[in-house]
T-cell receptor, first 115, second 117 residues
């Protein structure tokens, strides 16, 4: 069955450092991978999408890599700030091909940026 | 842009009653909306895919007679939890894909917390 693994433990990073979150998946051939931010009691907020034919994508302080051979994505936040503290979700989609697809989510990694 | 709203944001009901949750795309049209459920410290689980003007497609293990979905327009989908029981207590979240953008980008609503007593 499809499986997505994210760092199960909370990740504590000092303010100003780069936070790196990992998403590994098995039994899946996604057409794209997405990263979302979720705050407690709130819905996910879209951050970045990377397609299977892309290696890296950046948006401001965020960078995502996608290695379809390793079946892994890395999510980086540079110059981290306490406001970046949240749970970050990895989601895969596009396995069924064409049109809008429901996403398969990982459990998320709780990131804590300490001042 | 790309804002999705949900109503209500939270609801408490007695066991056996039905609860309707609305999902609206406020500034874009969406032929497809999705309904997810999230239990504490768990991942979002896709329940069903809702297409405007047609029947919803349910994921394996989700009872279609219990979770009624109606997608009457390009901006509104509703989820009705019929005869709710305590085990249905969860965080229900909808999302919508923007027709004007890549259909693989989904925008999520703020969620609805359902508590069944």
């Amino acid at each position: 069955s499809q499986k997505i693994e994210q760092n199960s433990e909370a990740l504590n990073i000092q303010e100003g450092k780069t936070a790196t979150l990992t998403c590994n998946y098995t039994n899946y051939s996604p057409a794209y991978l997405q990263w979302y931010r979720q705050d407690p009691g709130r819905g996910p907020v879209f951050l970045l999408l990377i397609r299977e034919n892309e290696k890296e994508k950046r948006k401001e302080r965020l960078k995502v890599t996608f290695d379809t051979t390793l079946k892994q994505s890395l999510f980086h936040i540079t110059a981290s700030q306490p406001a970046d503290s949240a749970t970050y979700l990895c989601a895969l989609g596009g396995d069924s091909g064409g049109g809008a697809d429901g996403l398969t989510f990982g459990k998320g990694t709780h990131l804590i940026i300490q001042p | 842009g790309a804002v999705v709203s949900q109503h209500p944001s939270w609801v408490i009901c007695k066991s056996g009653t039905s609860v309707k949750i609305e999902c609206r795309s406020l500034d874009f049209q969406a032929t497809t909306m999705f309904w997810y459920r999230q239990f504490p410290k768990q991942s979002l689980m896709l329940m069903a895919t809702s297409n405007e003007g047609s029947k919803a497609t349910y994921e394996q293990g989700v009872e279609k007679d219990k979770f009624l979905i109606n997608h009457a327009s390009l901006t509104l989908s509703t989820l009705t939890v019929t005869s709710a029981h305590p085990e249905d207590s969860s965080f229900y979240i909808c999302s919508a894909a923007d027709l004007g953008l890549y259909t693989d980008t989904q925008y999520f609503g703020p969620g609805t917390r359902l508590t069944v007593l």
